[in-house]
């Protein structure tokens, strides 16, 4: 893939927000899952309604972070998940994307909508199939023991903190490959400002690219 080539359209930044000890969320109706479901929840249903082997390009899970970290969070509990979309290959289409958004309170997937793909650069050399990936190839169960190791740490760094999300990348302008990224947000515990952070993980879950939970 020649770098002047670039999917635009497709690449996402993910917050992402979750509870340091994840707590069950049973009183909470008006969402269908939370971080209590597992952090990949979001990948597990992608999976159950493509299948195992479906070629995607990005995935994207939100989670609140709740009232105590950000007041605008204040009417949905910590923890809910709140976004779960993806971007993915086209079955009747191979050179098209399709776009498909979970309704978070019904845990159903909405009729999935067309991708309009732009290119920056010489759009005659752009290939979808260099920003597609198996779904079986995306490991996600790594990734609590990471979270886990990095609690200590994060509990010094922060009054209070929350895991908002956790995303696939497609490849772009920082990485020429699929990866995965985990974000935190939570309250400085010198000053109560909010501050957010990242890392940056392989899609198998075991390389640690990047590790910017704490700036």
């Known amino acids: 893939m020649k770098k002047s ?43 159950e ?12 899970a939100s989670f609140a972070s709740g009232g105590d970290i950000d007041p ?16 993915y290959q086209n079955p009747e289409d191979p050179k098209k994307l399709l776009s498909m958004r ?9 009729k999935p909508a067309l991708v309009e793909i732009r290119v920056m650069g010489d759009a ?12 079986d190839k995306v490991v996600l169960t790594p ?21 908002t999300g956790v995303s696939l990348s497609a490849p772009g302008t920082f990485s ?5 990224r985990v974000d935190v947000e939570g309250r400085l515990a010198v000053n109560d400002i909010k501050e957010s952070g990242y890392a940056d993980i392989s899609v198998d879950g075991k390389k640690v690219n990047k590790n910017r939970l704490i700036k």
């Not at 005659?124 to 779904?135: A, G, P, Q």
Request: proline share 2%; hydrophobic share 35%; net charge positive.
């Open 5 to 47: 080539v670039k999917l635009s359209a497709l690449s996402i930044t993910l917050g992402m927000t979750m509870l340091t000890h994840f707590p069950l969320y049973a009183n909470d109706t008006d969402y269908k899952y939370s971080l209590s479901d597992g952090i990949d929840i979001c990948f597990k249903k992608v999976k």
């Open 49 to 60: 309604k493509l299948g195992d082997e479906a070629k995607v390009s990005t995935i994207r």
């Open 72 to 87: 605008r969070s204040a009417n949905r509990p910590q923890g809910v998940m709140t976004t779960c979309t993806v971007t």
């Open 102 to 110: 979970m309704d978070t309170r019904s845990g159903e997937f909405k």
């Open 124 to 135: 005659s050399k752009f290939n979808v199939n260099d920003y597609l990936i198996s779904l």
């Open 143 to 163: 990734l609590t023991a990471f979270m886990t190791s990095q609690e200590k740490n994060l509990s010094e760094h922060y009054s209070k903190f929350a895991w």
């Open 176 to 180: 020429n490959v699929h990866h995965l």
